[in-house]
């Protein structure tokens, strides 16, 4: 079992920028890699970043590259996504989960453990 918490939402204006964090505990990560999803109202989950947990390689959803970041802190046990020049359509409930099956090519990875989610929350 792995226990995912994020932190770090907020409410803020077009603009500015925001650091996401996702700790997880329990059961090692070794084997699982990292990724982080978004769901805005009435809208789907979507994937939006991964790292492999291993080298720190990453990708991303086209929608956000060039604003959004992820990277990890092993020692920690710690995911981030920095975001930066936040848009009022980056409004939503941000998740963290574990991801099984990334590839090389940032495919193929299914979700396993999923962290409660922080609000973001961005007004123009």
């Known amino acids: 079992q792995v226990q995912l918490v994020e932190s770090g939402g907020g409410s803020v204006q077009a603009g500015d920028s925001l650091r996401l964090s996702c700790a997880a505990s329990g059961r090692t990560l070794r084997g699982n890699d990292m990724g982080w999803f978004r769901q805005a109202p009435r809208k789907e989950r979507r994937f939006v970043a991964a790292?492999?947990?291993?080298?720190?390689?990453?990708y991303y959803d086209d929608s956000v590259k060039g604003r959004f970041t992820m990277s990890r802190d092993k020692a920690k046990n710690t995911a981030y996504l920095q975001i930066d020049n936040l848009k009022p359509e980056d409004t939503a409930m941000y998740y963290c989960?574990?991801?099984?099956?990334?590839?090389?090519?940032?495919?193929?990875?299914?979700?396993?453990?999923w962290g409660q989610g922080t609000q973001v929350t961005v007004s123009s």
């Open positions: 790292i492999n947990w291993n080298d720190g390689n990453t």
């Open positions: 989960a574990t991801l099984v099956g990334l590839s090389r090519d940032g495919s193929g990875w299914s979700p396993s453990y």
